[in-house]
């Protein structure tokens, strides 16, 4: 890449890499079967349990939409469901072991990831490509997570 190509471009190819190299190291640990959206419910679920209605609201997804993400979800072993307490109708969704420890190691990649960027490029262009992120991520006067969901 030159320093003419656009920067939203970059942005782009920029991101493309780092998922591909993440979907890569956590194959590489035995989730190779993890889909586009996981992230998205993994980190909403990391906060306590969900209905699915809740969690289509938080992903910006229709029901519909979100129910497919969790069925897929479910039947690879990341998200489990169980009655509510105070209603049996409803469903509560909670990450299962499996989910957490896919979490945890997309975590550990993220922090390795920034942690080499650093020993490359200095901590201090590390620390202002993260203040440049995050201005755009909150250019509108959303949170970074509110938009960080499907497309």
């Known amino acids: 890449m030159s320093s003419t190509t656009d920067f939203g471009v970059l942005l782009n190819v920029a991101y493309n890499s780092f998922v591909t190299a993440l979907w890569k190291d956590l194959a590489g640990a035995g989730f190779d079967d993890i889909g586009p959206s ?16 809740e969690l289509a609201v938080k992903l910006q997804m229709t029901s519909p939409g979100a129910l497919k993400v969790i069925d897929d979800m479910v039947a690879k072993g990341f998200v489990s469901r169980s009655a509510d307490a105070r209603d049996g109708r409803v469903k509560r969704l909670a990450l299962t072991a499996r989910g957490r420890a896919a979490l945890a190691h997309a975590r550990k990649f993220h922090a390795r990831c920034e942690r080499e960027l650093e020993q490359r490029l200095g901590k201090r262009s590390v620390a202002a490509t993260r203040q440049v992120l995050e201005a755009l991520a909150s250019a509108d006067g959303e949170t970074a997570s509110r938009r960080a969901r499907p497309a």
Do not use: A, K
């Not at 996981?38 to 209605?53: C, D, M, P």
């Open 38 to 53: 996981f992230g998205y419910v993994f980190r909403l679920l990391s906060e306590g349990t969900s209905t699915l209605s």
